[in-house]
């Protein structure tokens, strides 16, 4: 916990704060041990105003440091509705949804993907809903081809993946919803699908694409095959 806290106050303000409490809890040990009497009552009569002054003074830091904290896999409840990379993704889709911008992001899992990362364009940033809407949006350099996701980060955009050769597969689908066939039948990895035509948002996993899938139950049904490996 102390790693984490200091993880999580790292590059702010309230790294003062942190030093000012561990020097002054060192002193106040001191001076017990050396049976500084007036000093040691001195310090500790002025820890709980010191306390209280540094909250106000670096409440913006601390709420930022409880934040990052919550963020953190330990705190999360097991429904999972919490995931920074997931709600990202799904706000993402959502609006490409309404707009009826098709696309296509896929989420690495146990299976390399590095080959089709290779097939696109490097990214290596965070995962933004503002960065994906961008990047599907028509006449956009990258809007062609998916968006790949390793270890939470976008690695590349405008990837070519494999259309699936399936004889039987529905007449419906177009080539996005191809390709996102032929990936998931060669890998585990998971694919969020937006339709162009329709706007519907699919999800392809284990060779197989479950279709329009309600906007409202999206985030959860992600989370759940992303993070815990379960199936739609």
Known sequence: ????????VRGTR??????????LIILTY?????????VYWVLT???APIFIALVI????????????LTQLRFFRKSKGAIDPVI?????AAKILSRRHVGALVVFEKSV??????????????????????????PLTPLHDGAVIIRENRLAAAACLLPLSEREEIDSNYGTRHRAALGLVEETD????????????????????????????????????????????
């Open 30 to 38: 001191i001076c017990k041990i050396l049976n500084f009497r007036t």
């Open 112 to 137: 390399s993907l590095q080959s089709f990362i290779d097939t696109g364009i490097p990214v290596n940033s965070e995962v933004s809903s503002e960065l994906l809407v961008s990047i599907f949006s």
């Open 87 to 91: 709600t990202q993704v799904v706000n």
């Open 189 to 232: 990895a998971v694919i969020v699908i937006v339709s162009e035509e329709t706007g519907a948002m699919s999800l392809a996993i284990d060779g197989r694409i479950t279709r329009n899938i309600n906007p409202e139950n999206y985030e959860s049904i992600l989370w759940h095959v992303v993070r815990k490996g379960g199936r739609t």
């Open 1 to 8: 916990m102390f790693y984490l806290i200091l993880r999580a």
């Open 14 to 23: 309230a790294v003062q704060m942190v030093q000012f409490l561990f020097l």
């Open 45 to 47: 009569s002025l820890q």
């Open 57 to 68: 003074l670096y409440a913006p830091e601390l709420r930022r440091v409880v934040n990052d």
